[in-house]
T-cell receptor, first 113, second 117 residues
Framework: DAGVTQSPTHLIKTRGQHVTLRCSPI?????VSWYQQVLGQGPQFIFQ???????GRGNFPDRFSARQFPNYSSELNVNALLLGDSALYLC????????????FGEGSWLTVV | AQTVTQSQPEMSVQEAETVTLSCTYD???????LFWYKQPPSRQMILVIR??????QNATENRFSVNFQKAAKSFSLKISDSQLGDAAMYFC??????????????FGKGTHLIIQP
């Protein structure tokens, strides 16, 4: 079975632009969450979605938004990119919203120049 | 807010030896999960071991085991018979046991584990 898949793996954007990152959870997993990992730090929670509804949000500005589709895949959108948004964006999936087995994808490296 | 602290930025161990990575956390919750994740240079976070706070027995997965001290809010990871493939960043993480809410995982800053051949 495929694990959590993310695309693109690497991308470079200019300040002020918009970016969309995509995630497909493990088959059967209904919960998807997004994390930002800045170099040298642990991941920070951005969003959790379950059954297409936002169920949790971390301390990130409104420039960050996400959605989950009927097939449980998800998109993370970031508007008006700043240099500080350069990071590895990780997607994770679990069976249920309170699942204690959370699997991560390989991440999308975003560089903002 | 919950916090997770990993006080060892870097640890080094000889191959085949045992190493213990430390983690402390702060929470007012009584039910929660604790995790250790491994992040090799490929950057994918790999679940190493997890512990439910209501379980008194320490979790074990092959060469990996934890020492969970709930009263002290401590959750250390012991790696026995260290192998070169164990070299990676190790992150301790916490999650509340809330069924309806979704707080996500709270991670520590990580410990870089070096395995000396």
């Amino acid at each position: 079975d495929a694990g959590v898949t993310q695309s693109p793996t690497h991308l470079i954007k200019t300040r002020g632009q918009h970016v969309t990152l995509r995630c497909s959870p493990i088959s059967g997993h209904k919960s998807v969450s997004w994390y930002q990992q800045v170099l040298g730090q642990g991941p920070q929670f951005i969003f959790q979605y379950y059954e297409k509804e936002e169920r949790g949000r971390g301390n990130f500005p409104d420039r960050f938004s996400a959605r989950q589709f009927p097939n449980y895949s998800s998109e993370l959108n970031v508007n008006a990119l700043l240099l500080g948004d350069s990071a590895l964006y990780l997607c994770a999936s679990s069976l249920q919203i309170s699942g204690n087995t959370i699997y991560f994808g390989e991440g999308s490296w975003l560089t903002v120049v | 807010a919950q916090t997770v602290t990993q006080s060892q930025p870097e640890m080094s161990v000889q191959e085949a030896e045992t190493v213990t990575l430390s983690c402390t956390y702060d929470t007012s919750e009584s039910d929660y999960y604790l995790f250790w994740y491994k992040q090799p240079p490929s950057r994918q976070m790999i679940l190493v071991i997890r512990q439910e706070a209501y379980k008194q027995q320490n979790a074990t997965e092959n060469r990996f085991s934890v020492n969970f001290q709930k009263a002290a809010k401590s959750f250390s990871l012991k790696i026995s018979d260290s192998q070169l493939g164990d070299a990676a960043m190790y992150f301790c993480a916490y999650r509340t046991y809330s069924g309806g809410g979704a707080d996500g995982l709270t991670f520590g800053k990580g410990t870089h584990l070096i395995i000396q051949p």
